[in-house]
């Protein structure tokens, strides 16, 4: 059976072999005057500019639906050409809400396997222009199983939240908890779309949008673009610039239905890419300084910490209210605001939570920044837990 | 027009037709080609158990604009007698009284309409016993 | 013997009272229990239509009449809320009840006796030797305009009948209809609610058909009103079977069991089929039913029914409805209900 984790090669080109060179991001929020192309080239020119390189060979773009939000399609040609960037290959990456994760990994086995020297892998999304953006979303749910009969993203975690809330006693507050530290961390970070701080109070009495969850435990409708400029160690060293190493690349799936899955407490896909994940560094789940995870919802940062080994099953709610995961806890998690304040325009989140581990890891991070980063994680997520990247990166 | 795919899952909508696995006898709702546990391509044609209980659920308040006239509804995730999972509407209930454990029956109901013009379009919901 | 081999009947959860419906108009509430003995009416919730009712009320049939669905050669719902204009309602049935597809279906309308109307089609066709087994389903989710008498009245509910030849329950002895041209009541193409004629839809329509429907049928079978020991007439109100009951010569204690309008409302084409459903469910062996039904425009059809013995095997196979009428009701006010009967004008 194919298994990366045993493949030599894997473990080889997971050793270190790939660097993150250069960063860009826009501002995330309600982009009104942005196109999803202008949105896209204003971060991809940061990055460019920011990694000092003077060429890309290729690029990925990570988008969600261009399709549903603005009736665009073909992204990966779009964005090459107004980035100015053509003839060169360029590729639209979809894999739901993991589409920035599933578009840097691409951009690092190009890399990797020495195909490519210099290789962009940016996200993007435009979800202001008046689409249904609940309908769309949804598609990354079973449309005809779980859509049909009127779930909502909000109301698949919600489920979760219910059903992680009956069998570990976890909270209405501690979930609060984590909204409160993802608005504190993102009132630090001006790309932020939310820089106001919300009390628990204020989480615990906003709408109610699919129970148990309120309007405060779900992450926000966003446009925003993100990039990054991945090369080999060889070459990053010669730009003499900041740069990351790519410690880990890992990727599982899941059922693509909630109800198929044997947990409706964990995400098996994140356990998997984490297993996977640490195996290739070689590191254990304590030896993370910091991690960016997908707080879609307030729910899905208790359980993805869980999943990572951060905190034992169960144990992801009394955490957050403890503060083992504010900035100057534990493990700080989500230090930019994570999508719940950060934003979420859906294809730029993976990328963006690269980006953060960037500028931690460089010591970049300004007010936020967390004391002796050395090592990152990165974990993105499709659906309601049908599609998981999981990236560690390295300080040099 | 949502004509071909509606009548394609007819079997499944209105009858609960599912797809039990010959060499391990798991069930799969909606029918599989490849048994997701043993990976037999064996298959017979069974009608799910319309009993069960609610594993976990939830009640929409913000619903998508198909359902927005709904709200609130229950969603609620079902184990059925058979060891069958699957995602329903509760229905016909006091939102409030819905638990995790409570034990349902899948009735016949309309699930939504195709816009004003389009197919009404039924299937299962669950109400409770 | 031909006759019912299954039966089954489904009503809504939902109700509304007739207090609240006068409250919202300024109307005196008493006035409508008094001179219409009308209490309250079943409502179908957002989710429900002569379709998913039909579906509910025939699986009750099925599970009383312990068949294989694939010997159910004929299918018809009668209904004046079929949910499309074009394109039948019991193709939806037999799909989801495993009914087919080597089977004839259509959909009927003749106001509030198209429900008879498919149980006398299903009748005949067992009895012409076409078909083994038939089903014959009177289903309607009423419409009555705001603030229109029929308000009070027009509610949701259905009853299944198989019509078969083995293991008969109730044996079909006669039938009779009775037809004429008589505008009382109609609805228009394209129209969302019914007009009617006001005390037109009285006397020269409702009490002249029932009444002649009835004679005949009384005639025909040479037997009198003493004769049954259930009586059932469409109920468009609760006041209006019971005085065309009266003047046949049929007493309250007969009319007792069919009599549900006063808590049901009038289901139109389900009206006397739920009644005779009613009375289904607790009829001894031996007993006779008499049933006329009406349907304005307009027109009757009367049986007259013989209980088997086979009776008692099947009441218990399924909900009666009284269990749908008396228990689990959900009231609503104005508001839901004007919002559930999509009286409200909404972006679309």
């Not at chain 1, 493949?7 to 999803?36: C, H, Q, Y």
């Amino acid at each position: 059976m194919l298994n990366e984790m045993n493949s030599p090669k894997a473990n080889r080109l997971a050793g270190g072999d790939v660097a993150v060179i250069g960063v860009g991001m826009t501002k995330f929020g309600e982009l009104w005057n942005k196109s999803l192309r202008d949105i896209f080239v204003e971060a991809a020119m940061k990055a460019i500019e920011n990694s000092g390189v003077d060429h890309i060979d290729s690029m990925y773009v990570g988008t969600m639906s261009g399709g549903l939000f603005v009736g665009q399609e073909h992204v990966g040609a779009v964005m090459a050409d107004y980035l100015g960037s053509v003839p060169i290959p360029a590729t639209r990456v979809e894999s739901a809400c993991a589409s920035g994760g599933a578009a840097f990994r691409s951009a690092f086995f190009e890399v990797a396997s020495g195909y490519s020297e210099i290789v962009l892998a940016g996200g993007v999304e435009k979800m202001t222009d008046g689409a249904d953006v609940t309908d769309a979303l949804a598609t990354a749910a079973d449309q005809e199983y779980e859509v049909y009969h009127g779930i909502t993203f909000p109301g698949l975690y919600a489920m979760m939240a219910r059903a992680h809330m009956h069998q570990y006693k976890t909270t209405r507050e501690q979930l609060a908890h984590v909204a409160v530290k993802n608005h504190k961390n993102g009132s630090l970070n001006p790309n932020a779309q939310f820089r106001s701080q919300a009390t628990l109070e204020q989480v615990m009495n906003s709408t109610m949008v699919a129970d148990p969850l309120r309007l405060l435990d779900c992450s926000p409708v966003s446009d925003g673009g993100a990039a990054v400029i991945l090369c080999s160690l060889e070459y990053a060293k010669k730009l003499k610039r900041p740069f990351v190493k790519v410690k880990a690349s890992a990727q599982a799936s899941g059922t693509i239905a909630l109800h198929s899955r044997e947990s409706l407490t964990s995400l098996d896909c994140v356990s998997v890419a984490a297993k996977k994940a640490f195996k290739q560094s070689n590191i254990k789940p304590y030896d993370i300084n910091f991690a960016e995870v997908h707080d879609c919802f307030t729910i899905a940062e208790i359980i993805v910490t869980e999943d990572l080994g951060f905190f034992e099953k169960g144990k992801g709610g009394i955490s957050v209210e403890q503060g083992l995961t504010s900035l100057n806890g534990k493990i700080p998690i989500n230090t930019s605001g994570g999508l719940k304040a950060k934003g979420h325009p859906v294809g730029a989140t993976g990328i963006a939570q690269i980006i953060e581990c960037y500028e931690q890891l460089t010591g970049n991070a300004g007010e936020r920044q967390i004391k002796n980063a050395k090592l990152g994680l990165a974990q993105n997520m499709g659906g309601s837990g049908a599609s998981c990247t999981i990236h560690i990166l390295e300080a040099i | 027009m949502i004509s071909p795919k509606y009548h394609r899952e007819i079997p499944q909508r209105y009858r609960l037709e599912a797809g039990k696995c010959k060499q391990c006898g798991t069930i799969s709702f909606p029918p599989r080609l490849i048994c997701p546990k043993c990976k037999s391509k064996n298959f017979e044609t069974v009608q799910l158990s319309r009993e069960g209980k609610i594993l976990t659920f939830t009640i929409i308040r913000v619903g998508p604009d198909k359902f927005s006239k709904e709200t609130p509804y229950v969603v609620a995730i079902i184990e059925l007698n058979d060891g069958a999972r699957l995602t329903a509407q509760v229905t016909d209930c006091d939102v409030n009284k819905v638990e995790i454990g409570t034990k349902v029956k899948l009735v016949f109901r309309k699930i939504q309409d195709e816009g004003k013009w389009g197919l009404h379009c039924y299937g299962y919901k669950a109400i409770l016993i | 013997m031909i006759g019912i081999v299954g039966y089954g009947s489904y009503l809504p959860r939902y109700r509304i009272k007739s207090e609240t419906i006068a409250k919202q108009w300024g109307m005196d509430s008493g006035a409508i229990k008094r001179g219409l003995m009308l209490y309250e009416k079943t409502v179908p919730a957002q989710d429900e239509d002569t379709i998913t009712i039909s579906v509910e009320a025939a699986k009750n049939a099925l599970a009383r009449a312990q068949i294989d669905p694939q010997k159910i050669g004929a299918v018809y719902i009668g209904s004046e809320s079929h949910p499309y204009a074009v394109k039948p309602s019991a193709t939806v049935l037999i799909d989801a009840l495993g009914i087919g597809p080597h089977v004839h279906v259509a959909s009927y309308e003749f106001a509030c006796k198209a429900g008879t109307e498919a149980m006398y089609v299903a009748y005949s066709l067992v009895k012409a030797g076409e078909v083994e087994y038939a089903l014959g389903i009177g289903a309607d989710t009423s419409q009555g305009a705001p603030g229109d008498a029929l308000e009070y009245s027009a509610s949701a509910g259905g009853a299944a009948f198989i019509m078969g030849k083995e293991k008969v329950i109730a044996e079909i002895l006669f039938t009779h209809s009775f037809t004429s041209d008589t505008p009382d009541f109609w609805r228009r193409e394209h129209e969302y609610y019914p007009r009617h004629a006001g005390r037109f839809t009285g006397e020269p329509a409702y009490f002249k058909h029932i009444t002649n429907a009835a004679k005949s049928l009384l005639e025909k079978s040479r037997m009198i009103p003493k004769d049954f020991q259930h009586a059932v007439f469409h109920m468009p109100n609760g006041k209006f079977p019971q005085e065309v009951g009266k003047k046949l010569g049929f007493s309250k204690e007969q009319m007792e069991v069919g009599w549900i309008s006063p808590w049901m409302g009038n289901t139109y084409s389900g009206s006397s089929p739920t009644g005779l459903a009613a009375i289904l469910d607790v009829a001894k062996p031996g007993d006779k039913i008499f049933m006329v039904s009406f349907g304005s425009g307009a027109g009757s059809d009367g049986f007259i029914f013989s209980v088997t013995d086979e009776i008692k095997y099947v009441q218990n196979l399924a909900p009666k409805l009284r269990d749908y009428l008396d228990d689990n009701k959900i009231y609503l006010d104005y508001g839901q209900y004007a919002k559930f009967r999509k009286k409200i004008i909404v972006n679309e």
